[in-house]
């Protein structure tokens, strides 16, 4: 079973995003969504495509939602 989707959680999951794109030097829209594909958070660059947020979650919710898998990186 996956693990509640907290306002903590949701920051946890933003965060990581944020560090990963810093250390590979994108500019990114990060989305969390929960298994519905409902926007939970999301965080966006400055220099990101405008579109990247909804880009990221329609993708999120394509891979996860659909399929019911996470993408889970603690």
């Known amino acids: 079973m996956a ?6 959680r ?5 965060q990581q995003g944020k560090a990963e794109a810093q250390r590979l030097g994108v500019q990114a829209a ?3 969504v929960d298994a519905a594909g ?4 999301a ?3 400055a220099d990101a495509l ?7 979650q ?6 996860g939602g659909v399929l019911h898998a996470g993408t889970q990186r603690q």
């Open 58 to 63: 329609a993708n999120k919710h394509r891979q």
């Open 10 to 14: 949701v920051e946890q999951c933003l």
């Open 38 to 41: 409902r926007r939970m958070g």
């Open 43 to 45: 965080l966006h660059f």
């Open 30 to 32: 990060i989305v969390v």
């Open 50 to 56: 405008w579109v990247a947020p909804q880009i990221a």
């Open 3 to 8: 693990a509640a989707l907290t306002l903590e």
